[in-house]
T-cell receptor
Framework: EDQVTQSPEALRLQEGESSSLNCSYT??????LFWYRQDPGKGPEFLFT???AGEEKEKERLKATLTKKESFLHITAPKPEDSATYLC??????????????FGSGTQLTVLP | NAGVTQTPKFRVLKTGQSMTLLCAQD?????MYWYRQDPGMGLRLIHY???????AKGEVPDGYNVSRLKKQNFLLGLESAAPSQTSVYFC????????????FGEGSRLTVL
């Protein structure tokens, strides 16, 4: 069964304290890994797509990287406005549609001023 | 440009009652999805549609029905609500070649007593 596991479940950082979030997956024949940000009371918002091991994407203080078994979301010098739940997702290998995503349960990030 | 709009945003039902959640999109996307989000379990796909007049089952379809009579609308129905269906429901859309890039509504919080 395809699985996506995120760690840690929750992370509290001081403003400016860099760290990384992890997303590990067991999908064989990965057809992309996707990162989303979700603010309280809102729907998830798309951040990045990664397709192959070694690929990196950046957006402001966020950088996503991908290996054959996991992805990391690195947060450099975070600010309080980076506080949110970060979700990763993969499409199942067995699906006829690449758009049916399996989501991890997320990492809730809190950045303290 | 509203994007993806869900109605209602909040609803309380008694066990056995029925209701319909409406998702409307103005993005002209072919694909539409209904997810539910529960604490610690992440987003789980209920049903999805690959175009007007089509529907398909996702990971957790039992107890739900859907219809896509018009391209811009995707309806999620609960015929006989159960407390296990207490959740936050998200509609999402996707289109074009960017698989995995979903656009979410703001969610509908349903409580079944």
């Amino acid at each position: 069964e395809d699985q996506v596991t995120q760690s840690p479940e929750a992370l509290r950082l001081q403003e400016g304290e860099s760290s990384s979030l992890n997303c590990s997956y067991t999908v064989s024949g990965l057809r992309g890994l996707f990162w989303y940000r979700q603010d309280p009371g809102k729907g998830p918002e798309f951040l990045f797509t990664l397709y192959s091991a070694g690929e990196e994407k950046e957006k402001e203080r966020l950088k996503a990287t991908l290996t054959k078994k996991e992805s990391f979301l690195h947060i450099t010098a975070p600010k309080p406005e980076d506080s949110a739940t970060y979700l990763c997702a993969v499409p199942p290998f067995s699906s006829g549609s690449a758009r049916q995503l399996t989501f991890g349960s997320g990492t809730q990030l809190t950045v303290l001023p | 440009n509203a994007g993806v709009t869900q109605t209602p945003k909040f609803r309380v039902l008694k066990t056995g009652q029925s209701m319909t959640l409406l998702c409307a999109q103005d993005m002209n996307h072919e694909y539409m999805y209904w997810y539910r989000q529960d604490p610690g379990m992440g987003l789980r796909l209920i049903h999805y549609s690959v175009g007007e007049g089509t529907t398909a089952k996702g990971e957790v379809p039992d107890g739900y029905n859907v219809s896509r009579l018009k391209k811009q609308n995707f309806l999620l129905g609960l015929e006989s609500a159960a407390p296990s269906q207490t959740s936050v429901y998200f509609c999402a859309t996707s289109g074009g070649a960017r698989t995995g890039e979903l656009f979410f509504g703001e969610g509908s919080r349903l409580t079944v007593l």
